[in-house]
């Protein structure tokens, strides 16, 4: 099956960050807050960089749909994104989903902290010129239900297909129980050291990737074995940088990667016996999340 993008858009305010985390949560797909990845253009003008924002979006989600992962995505969606998208996004499975206060809710302290003039300001604006009303997608009123009832009904929209797919119970046992961001986890300041490479090949028997239309039922030694019957993933991991270090936390009483699970794995391709790592300390948790 294809894999499929969930793109919530809607005012400051609306809900979509907390709505998207728990959704992807609980589909076990990727979240990404485009938001985020504004940091990456220099001097950020919101007047006139919004589609420098959406290019950087449409590229990480592209990536991630080319892994054979779900993505649910945050930020708003202008008409011309809207349009957009089809075009250029690696999946006919794509849904817009708005969330939509009433104004005076949007304008309220439903976030737990008081609104600033300009966000204030910004979100009559957004409401003004129909961010909240687009012509395109599903429209979600959530004034007056919980976070967990937005969350099922945008379940009710998406695909039973999707919804049904899980992690795989391995994952969650060896896997780390909060979501992160991997930009978040390069810009920490930690020193680079050698690591033996059998420290981590253990990391090759679980199903960390997907096979094209699967969700996380592809393990990295089956691809090291047979790279003639997964030739996409073969290539993604051969083309790996493995100048960059490779990104791990001591987690469950061994160290799990956080970043650079193919440069592993084409290192140990390579025969190399030592890997340089960089070794995230737990308290660095705060700093790394989504």
Not at 23 to 49: H, S
Not at 130 to 135: E, K, L, W
């Amino acid at each position: 099956m294809t894999n499929t993008l969930i793109f919530i858009s809607g005012s400051i305010n609306s809900g979509k960050t907390t709505t998207s985390k728990l959704l992807a949560q609980k589909l076990g797909a990727v979240f990404i807050n485009v938001d985020d990845l504004n940091d990456q253009i220099p001097n950020f003008n919101l007047a006139t960089d919004l589609d420098k924002s959406m290019d950087l979006a449409i590229a990480e989600i592209n990536k991630y749909l080319a892994e054979g992962k779900d993505v649910v995505a945050n930020y708003v969606v202008r008409e011309r994104d809207w349009q957009r998208l089809p075009k250029e996004i690696k999946t006919p499975n794509i849904y817009v989903i708005t969330l939509a206060p009433r104004l005076e809710v949007a304008q309220s302290k439903r976030g737990g902290r008081p609104l600033s003039d300009w966000e204030m300001a910004r979100i009559k604006y957004h409401y003004d010129t129909g961010v909240a009303s687009p012509s395109f997608g599903h429209i979600i009123d959530n004034s007056d239900i919980t976070l967990e009832e937005t969350v099922d009904k945008i379940l009710e929209i998406i695909p039973v297909e999707v919804k049904k797919r899980k992690l795989p119970s391995i994952i969650k046992e060896v896997g780390f129980d909060f979501s992160w961001n991997e930009r978040n986890v390069w810009a920490l300041d930690v020193p680079v050291e050698n690591m033996s490479i059998d420290e981590l090949t253990w990391h090759f028997d679980i199903p960390f990737w997907s096979k094209p239309g699967g969700f996380y039922d592809l393990c990295p030694k089956d691809v090291i074995a047979h790279p003639e019957h997964y030739p996409e993933e073969y290539e993604r991991t051969m083309n790996a940088d493995t100048i960059h270090p490779i990104d791990v936390m001591f987690w469950k009483e061994r160290y799990v990667i956080l970043d650079g699970l193919h440069r592993l794995v084409k290192q140990a391709i390579e025969g190399k016996k030592t890997v340089k790592v960089r070794k995230i300390p737990q308290d660095k948790i705060p700093e790394i999340l989504h």
